[in-house]
């Protein structure tokens, strides 16, 4: 586990940001606390089966979202929840508004379950995928010889995939992009505990619009869901991929010469068309660029084609775009 064992100073000695947050997620890698965090189905699924409504254990408290009594988490603990604000207390039921997820050998702090609030910051599965995808394309870079200066996260949620992604491009500076201010808030803090605050910095911003200057990597994630809640991380925008869209726009207009993005996404593929595929052709095709469009998954999130907002999709597919300013 890579993390920051003293998150009370950053590099330049000044004051960590939430530094009782900073402080919990160190303590939690003493504690040797991992949570792979699942998708909102998967968990709901998983916390209703008997037994599962209290914690057991560290996991049930920062991972499960589950309900726990006095004495179950240590006293160091409670007092660092306590002190961050992230600790509810209903008579003699206890509950953290946060969870803790691991993802590259780092801890990251993001909302509790279930993440209904329009502002909740969420970590899943697609934030797993697209690092993935994210570090194969740093790869390649690397194997081309092609330096990384300045990388942007555009929607960056909790900060996860553009800081996994600058600890594999050494010096780079990052921009973590988002309208969120809880996501910042959780950015910053996740960026702190790995010790990239140094070369990092939280910006709100709707896509680049208030960041400056052009960049060798864009990473992002966008919601691309149609979500009738209107959930930040969620809502791509009627119908569904319009926030993806603009999100390739504005990337690839800041792109330096050599530039790449690469952007995790899906849609609903309806009559065998995938309507993001189609839009992001049209707006990339006959520009000075070389962009590949690869289906990485066929068939997610089945249980939303029984709601309206999915009533003419026959999948939701996942797809990774890459877009290069060729050479």
């Known amino acids: 586990m890579t993390y920051v064992t003293t998150p009370a100073e950053d590099a330049s000695g000044r004051a960590a940001p939430d530094g009782p947050l900073c402080e919990l997620l160190c303590a939690l890698g003493d504690h040797g606390y991992s949570f792979v965090t699942v998708s909102p189905e998967t968990h709901a699924r998983v916390n209703r089966r008997p037994g599962n ?5 560290l996991r049930g408290v920062f991972g499960w979202s589950r309900r726990f009594r006095p004495g179950l988490v240590p006293a160091e603990l409670l007092r660092l929840m306590d002190a961050a604000g992230v600790l509810d207390r209903d008579g003699g039921t206890l509950r953290s508004r946060v969870r803790v997820s691991g993802l590259g050998g780092r801890l990251f702090v993001h909302s509790a379950f279930p993440t209904l609030d329009p502002a909740a910051v969420f970590f899943g599965p697609d934030t797993y995928r697209t690092t993935s995808a994210c570090l194969t394309h740093v790869a390649h870079l690397a194997y081309g010889s092609r330096p990384v200066r300045r990388i942007a996260d555009i ?3 909790t900060g996860a995939i553009g800081l996994t992604v600058a600890a594999r491009c050494p010096g780079a500076e990052l921009v973590l992009v988002d309208v969120n ?11 702190a505990v790995a010790g990239l605050d140094g070369r990092s910095a939280a910006v709100r911003s709707d896509l680049l619009r208030d960041v400056d200057g052009d960049f060798d990597l864009i990473v992002s994630n966008p919601p691309f869901m149609i979500d009738p809640l209107g959930r930040r991380y969620r809502d791509g925008g009627a119908p569904g991929y319009g926030l993806p869209v603009r999100v390739a726009e504005a990337a690839v207009a800041r792109l330096r010469p050599g530039g790449s993005l690469v952007m995790f996404s899906g849609t609903g593929v309806v009559d065998g068309v995938d309507p993001l595929r189609r839009e992001l052709e049209q707006r990339l095709s006959g520009k000075d660029l070389d962009w590949s469009y690869t289906e990485v998954d066929p068939d997610v999130y089945d249980e939303e084609l029984d709601t309206p907002a999915y009533r ?4 939701i597919a996942l797809a ?8």
């Open 53 to 57: 409504a209290w914690a057991r254990d």
């Open 320 to 327: 990774v775009l890459t877009v290069e300013w060729s050479a």
């Open 155 to 157: 929607g960056c949620g």
């Open 312 to 315: 003419d999709a026959e999948r």
């Open 181 to 191: 201010e809880a996501a910042l808030r959780f950015a910053r803090v996740n960026a």
